[in-house]
């Protein structure tokens, strides 16, 4: 259980930031969605590059995961209709909510409690798909 006290403590560093940079906010959001404000696109721009130096890092390493096994990158064949299609879902989903799917536990931290609905209906969601993919086209 002490090992995993840092990764809590991270998540809760995690949740200041994003509340802190207004990453939660609705509004940003709602801003972003309409084009009125670079804060959001700055912040996502941001995390593109930082996750492309830290893949690049990790391709060029040797790191393992949290069990000692090497991580390691599998390619992917690109769809464009399947990236298309899961990125408007995603996108719809997104502005309907006000809120990414990362920030979702944050909000409830903040005490939005009904973001529990979107929670939980993410949750069904993703255990629907398991049951329907194998029949689902890919």
Do not use: Q
């Amino acid at each position: 259980m002490m090992k995993y006290l840092k990764y809590g403590l991270l998540g809760v560093v995690f949740g200041i930031v994003f509340t802190k940079a207004e990453i939660i906010s609705w509004y940003r959001i709602y801003e972003m969605f309409r084009f009125e404000s670079f804060h959001m696109y700055g912040i996502i721009g941001s995390a593109v590059v930082l996750s492309a130096i830290a893949t690049f890092l990790i391709k060029r390493s040797s790191f393992n995961d949290l069990y000692g096994n090497p991580i390691v990158f599998s390619p992917k064949v690109m769809s464009v209709p399947r990236y298309l299609y899961g990125g408007i879902i995603f996108g719809m989903g997104w502005a309907l909510v006000g809120a990414c799917p990362g920030p979702l536990y944050i909000m409830v931290g903040n005490g939005v409690i009904v973001i529990l609905v979107v929670i939980l209906s993410a949750i069904l969601g993703t255990y629907v798909y398991g049951l329907l993919r194998n029949k689902l086209p890919h």
